[in-house]
């Protein structure tokens, strides 16, 4: 395996991945997955506290799926292909601390799709977004057909879905797909500034994802119930009464820095 398809760092408790195929408009392919698999796999060692996925240079973020790899599949490996990228989107959108795109450029198809399975998108204005599945004659299979509906509505998403059409960034945040856009160049640089604005209270920003993103799965009245143990959760954490400490004092907090993984606190 070529490590290099998948890029990491880690500094200030900022980890970035970088999918690192610029000459292939950074698509997935089975490498990519795999080498991504082993990043998730030693994250607790650097231990951030905000995980940022972006695609290396300034065409792509990720220009989709890697189209060679996929078209001789028979159905069944077709099934199996889109369920080993479904466990992988699930493990970063899953991951209990906030995960931000930075969309450097071409965000299309599965690009696209690992895109909604951030917490945040930060888009450069040079952003395209669609799923042109359709015209290949194909679906969305990395759940894009789940995810998109349930950020925008059912209604916006399938006309998107139906028509393979592309949007920029501007329309994209409109139908709010995106988050905020940047200048061209940029999208990095507004993904980094945009965590560092990150609560660094960690145990609070964990539960706060845990109550939003699994309250989306069930009803009102279990959401709320989610949300009343996510927020009794906070209280046995000394990072409670360090905040409500400080504002009382009137001065800034000094929060824990310690891994979430070790306090036991996990969004799913």
Known sequence: MNEETVLYACEDGIATVTINRPRAFNAINREVVAAFNAILDKLPESDPRVLILTGAGEKA?????????????????????????????????????????????????????????????????????????????????????????RLIGQGRALELLFTGKRIKADEAASLGIVNQIVPKGEALNGALLFARGISRARTAVANVKKAATMGLRCGLDTGLSLEAGCFGN??????????????????????EEKSLKKKGCHVS
Request: a negative charge.
């Open 61 to 149: 973020f990720i220009a989709g799926a890697d189209i060679e790899e996929m078209e001789n599949m028979d159905p069944i490996e077709a099934v199996d292909y889109s369920a080993s990228c479904h466990r992988l989107l699930d493990r970063l959108s899953s991951l209990p601390i906030p995960v931000i795109a930075a969309v450097n450029g071409f965000a299309l198809g599965g690009g696209l799709e690992f895109a909604l399975a951030c917490d945040v998108r930060i888009s450069a204005d040079n952003g395209v977004f669609g799923f042109p599945e359709v015209t290949l004659g194909i679906i969305p299979g990395w759940g894009g057909t789940q995810r998109l509906p």
């Open 234 to 255: 906070c209280f046995a954490h000394p990072d409670q009464k360090e905040g409500m400490a400080a504002f009382k004092e009137k001065r800034e907090a000094r929060f």
